[in-house]
């Protein structure tokens, strides 16, 4: 098949373009700049352009059976940001699409289980719930994933929860601070979150590659057991093989560093890693989620659990130079 990756150069679509290139499919992505083509595993091709070569109305496309679009933000540095890239150029996308003289038999759009919002300590979100995001990220991957169920065309929405693997850059964070021997969490009954190895959703994403079923869908793409943020920090500690002190932050005092870091950010223009939408999602119960529709209908099979899955990213930062080898 000829499909084309948005995003092919993030976290996830690094491991999904080398997976689709493995199986034999010609593989276009879509990359901002010539400096970023070095990031692409090697057999994809590189189509130069942004997400606004979408919002052009006499934009002609070459012909793909299939469009995975991934591109989108998780850290903005204002608010505005989420609605433009994770909404507008979803629905800029589409619109580019049903312009064409060909169609894809189908476009798949990765959501977030952000767009569900956070669900209670002991339920699980299925896809016939309606979904509640809290902050701005999550509610323009929810009218997102609107747009792309009326496209005229088969389509597909995916919402994995935390993806976990070598390559990603937030949770690098969390492995640097755990080989430190110092992490943090939420004061409180523990957050409980459900996830997912980069391994297994890239399986999961090419499944639905294949789907030619008609009509659209939408599924959680999560493995089945849930952890809690107590139990994260224990695994990440086994990962580096350090001990590591977590320490309970009251819910005041991490909203006082996330109005300290906004501020900063906007003061001295760095990132900010810590906005109104990771504070939201940090302080929520738990984000879980059930992934039996997927598994069910495309017979997809997670195979990595969580010691399984941080093991994996551990030895691919270390490969990479990104955290040091244990002592």
Not at 25 to 49: F, I, Y
Not at 257 to 268: C, E, I, Q, R, V
């Amino acid at each position: 098949m000829r499909i084309l990756v948005t995003g092919g150069t993030g976290f996830i679509g690094h491991h999904l373009c080398r997976r689709l290139v493995d199986r034999g499919d010609h593989v276009v992505a879509l990359v901002r700049s010539p400096s970023k083509t070095g990031r692409l595993p090697a057999g994809v091709e590189a189509l130069k352009g942004d997400l606004s070569l979408f919002a052009d109305p006499e934009v002609e496309l070459p012909p793909f059976d299939v469009v995975v679009h991934l591109a989108g933000i998780i850290a903005a540095d204002r608010p505005a940001e989420y609605e433009a890239i994770n909404f507008t150029s979803v629905r800029d996308l589409v619109d580019c699409l049903a312009r064409q003289k060909w169609k894809p038999a189908r476009l798949l759009f990765a959501s977030s289980l952000a767009a569900a919002g956070p669900s209670a300590l002991d339920v699980e979100w299925t896809e016939a719930d309606v979904p509640r995001p809290i902050e701005p990220y999550g509610d323009a991957k929810a009218r997102a994933e609107e747009v792309v169920r009326a496209a005229p065309f088969p389509t597909t929405a995916f919402r994995p929860p935390v993806v976990l693997g070598p390559g990603d850059e937030a949770s690098l964070t969390l492995f640097r601070a755990a080989q430190a021997g110092l992490g943090f969490r939420v004061a409180g009954e523990p957050q409980r979150l459900s996830f997912v190895d980069v391994r297994d959703l890239v399986d999961a994403i090419a499944l639905m590659a294949d789907d030619r079923r008609s009509g659209s869908y939408c599924y959680f793409a999560s493995h089945p057991d849930r952890i809690d943020v107590r139990m994260l920090w224990r695994e990440l500690a086994r990962a580096v093989g350090r001990k590591v002190l977590v320490l309970p932050i009251p819910r005041p005092l991490l909203y006082l560093a996330m109005l300290a870091s906004t501020f900063g950010a906007a003061l001295f223009r760095y990132k900010n890693q810590l906005d109104a939408k990771q504070y939201a999602q940090m302080a929520a119960p738990a984000f879980l989620c059930s992934s039996a529709r997927l598994r069910e209908e495309l017979g997809w099979a997670p195979r990595h659990g969580l010691a399984d899955c941080l093991e994996n990213a551990a030895e691919g930062y270390r490969a990479a130079g990104a955290l040091q080898l244990t002592a």
